[in-house]
């Protein structure tokens, strides 16, 4: 099957990278960092108040991640396009990797793709992002530098007309070496944090953790922010020192690498 070409001059690159030379066990991924739409796919029929709401992106998430890398002097990836093109946190097989319906919003300019269509927003889109992700973790296997794998995600006050509680989410599945120190430190300081609440990894539904995470056997976390407490530049900065400071001192607890690739002690 011939692909479609998508991405024009205009478009902007899939993903970015920032802190190349971090230095950082840390290395942190922004799945759902963008809205970006490639212009050959105008708004895919959604009106454009939706395309400020969580629907689109993770508000505040992208904004979060460069001020954690920058206090972890950590590697950073972000993804460039709305979730609504393709999700790159989705297996490819995923009902949700490329919706129709998105909460009650619905996407016009999803339904009934052709197969090379489908083949386009993967080999331009989800494929570049992941691509590069792979070549910076074995980069770094090979020089033999150990990696602590962070996903950064923000969550929406209100679902579906039901407020939520969390002020924080620790996600995990399989390994929670990481996952259930940094529960303690967060709590420690008195936040309201989800043990795999709003949302829990599985399989099914989640690319980066599963496939990164417990298919390499690094020691990771999805952490997710709510939006309200990262909507500006100034939230974002505040938040991102504070997960920062958090992770380094689960990182320790747990025994793992946290500044520069000193083992901490167990």
Do not use: K
Not at 110 to 131: D, K, T, V
Not at 196 to 216: L, M
Request: glycine residues 8%; negative net charge; hydrophobic residues 45%.
């Amino acid at each position: 099957m011939p692909l479609l070409s998508l991405l024009g001059p205009r478009d902007p690159a899939p993903f970015s990278v920032h802190r190349l030379a971090g230095r950082s066990p840390f290395l942190l991924t922004c799945d759902h960092a963008g809205r970006a739409v490639p212009a050959a796919l105008g708004d895919l029929g959604v009106p454009a108040p939706e395309w400020s709401r969580h629907i689109a992106w993770d508000i505040g998430a992208a904004g979060l991640a460069r001020a954690m890398a920058e206090a972890l002097d950590a590697w950073l990836i972000c993804q460039t396009y709305s979730r609504l093109v393709i999700d790159c946190n989705r297996p490819l097989d995923a009902p949700g990797s490329i919706v129709t319906t998105s909460e009650r919003t619905e996407v016009p300019g999803n339904r009934g793709l052709s197969g090379a269509a489908i083949a386009a927003r993967r080999e331009e889109i989800f494929m570049p992002y992941h691509r590069r992700t792979v070549e910076e973790l074995d980069r770094r296997a090979a020089e033999g530098r150990p990696t602590i794998l962070v996903t950064v995600h923000s969550f929406t006050p209100v679902f579906m007309d039901q407020a939520r509680a969390w002020e924080l989410g620790v996600l995990y599945q399989r390994d929670a070496r990481l996952a259930r120190p940094l529960l303690e430190v967060m709590r420690a300081d008195g936040w309201c944090v989800g043990d795999n609440q709003p949302y829990a990894v599985s399989d099914a539904t989640d690319y980066a953790i599963p496939v990164y995470g417990e298919q390499r056997g690094l020691p990771h976390v999805e952490l997710e922010v709510r939006q309200d407490l990262i909507a500006d530049e100034a939230g974002q900065r505040a938040w991102g020192e504070r997960i920062a400071g958090w992770l380094v001192q689960a990182a320790d607890a747990a025994g793992l690498p946290s500044v520069c690739g000193q083992v901490a002690a167990a």
